[in-house]
Structure formats: C-alpha cells, structure tokens
C-alpha cells in the first residue's frame, strides 16, 4: 500500500475525530466521556498553533495514494517538561493507525511518526521525547519504542536523543514554511 504524509490542516479534523471515535474510542469510555467536540477544537487548536507558531505542534496525517482516504494520524507537542526537571521535551498526544490495516502496514506507519517525532524534537531542539499509552493492549507498541532504542517505563518510553545512537530514517521536512 502506497501512502504519503503531510501537515495537517483544518480541513483534516473532522476526519481526524473520525478515525478515533472508530477505532479507540472504546479505549477511553470506561474512563472518560467521550466528546467529539472538545477533540475537535483540541485539535483545530493544535493545527492553527502548527501553522502561526511553528515548533509548537506536531500534528500530520497519512492518506493512502490511490484514494486519499485516511489511515492514521500523529499529534505531538512541543515543550512540555516532567514534573521533576526543566528539561523541555516532545509529547506525543495522540498515535492512530486504521486498525483494519496488515499488521507490516501498521508498523511502518508508526515508524514514521517515531521518524518525525524525532525530527521535530530535533528541530525544536528538544532532546527528550516521551510517548505513552493508554491502550489496553500496549505490548506491540511499546516493542516497537523499545526497538528504536527508547526506555521503556511502564506505559510510558522515553527516548533522550543525546544519549541513544540510533538514527532516524530521512524524512522530508516537516516545517510547514
């Protein structure tokens, strides 16, 4: 399957909103009250800081070349540091992947986002990168993080770009200027 990436825009978040109340909403309902609206404005939010702030947010979408039908999506900020040190840091938000897709898809589309968010985190000039997970089933996620040398704290990877040797795979520019 043949697919691109790019920055999304506000004409992408309905289907964003879409993709999650698919595939994970169920995730969270036992948890939270699901609310397409504030998802939505959440993440109109992330996109308009994306174009007028750059370095702030990360926010892309992959669509299949042949139909240009959404498969997944990456939501990343910028600056967030831990509780316990000044260290600025990327935060991945959200990871979607249509789940309908083969296996070996999936996993090349996260490697993607785990591509960009090392480039963002690099543009940003933040060495840290935290992703986490709520998912009920996080093994295969993680073993992907720990692969691409990340350190792994329950449902939670870090990766310190200073210290790890692994590089990213080249990747086209994700400044949107």
Not at 9 to 16: F, K, L, S, W
Not at 72 to 96: E, L, Q, T
Not at 131 to 142: E, G, K, P, Y
Request: some cysteine; hydrophobic content about 40%; glycine content about 2%.
């Amino acid at each position: 399957m043949q697919y691109n990436w790019t920055l999304a825009n506000g004409n992408d978040v309905n289907e964003i909103v879409a993709l999650s109340q698919e595939f994970f909403e169920s995730e969270i309902d036992s948890i939270f009250t699901p609310e397409p609206p504030v998802l939505s404005r959440n993440l109109l939010y992330a996109v308009v800081s994306q174009f007028y702030l750059p370095g702030t947010e990360l926010v892309s979408v992959c669509r299949t070349e042949s139909d240009q039908r959404l498969i997944a999506y990456n939501w990343a900020k910028s600056g967030d540091r831990a509780v316990w040190s000044d260290d600025p840091m990327v935060s991945v938000r959200m990871v979607h992947v249509d789940l309908t897709l083969p296996a070996r898809t999936r996993i090349s589309i996260i490697n993607d986002m785990m591509d960009q968010w090392e480039q963002f985190a690099r543009v940003t000039r933040h060495n840290i990168i935290c992703s986490t997970t709520m998912r009920r089933d996080q093994a295969a996620f993680l073993k992907l993080h720990a692969r691409r040398g990340y350190d792994i704290r329950g449902s939670y990877a870090y990766k310190n770009l200073n210290t790890t040797t692994t590089q990213a795979r080249p990747a086209d520019s994700l400044d949107p200027n």
